[in-house]
């Protein structure tokens, strides 16, 4: 499957979030950790490995949170995106 980078920003005051390399281009329904390419701390929080080593995403900038922390497939971190909370742009 295809896959493009895309970034995340916030949807009240557009602050860039995460860029992320997603598969396909269907909605955005859940970020894996080990696909966000930027920024550098939430890379290195790929080594976690529990799910409450995780925090909430949320805008830097405002506050407003766009992903909850999630798990899938039983080892996988994400994040579950919250509806409403993003818009997404073409990465390069
Ligand atoms: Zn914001």
């Known amino acids: 499957m295809a896959s493009q980078t895309i970034d995340i920003l916030c949807s009240q005051c557009g602050t860039f ?3 992320y390399k997603k598969k396909g281009s269907g909605q955005l329904i859940r970020l894996y950790l080990d696909m ?7 890379s290195r929080l790929k080594s976690f490995s529990s799910k409450s080593d995780l925090q909430v ?13 999630s798990i899938h497939g039983g080892d996988r971190l994400a994040y579950r995106m919250i509806k409403g909370s993003f818009r997404r742009k073409r990465g390069n």
Do not use: Q, S
Not at 57 to 68: D, E
């Open 36 to 42: 966000i390419k930027e920024p550098d701390f939430i």
């Open 57 to 69: 995403l949320a805008c830097i900038n405002c506050g407003n949170r766009v992903g909850l922390p």
């Open 17 to 19: 979030i995460v860029r």
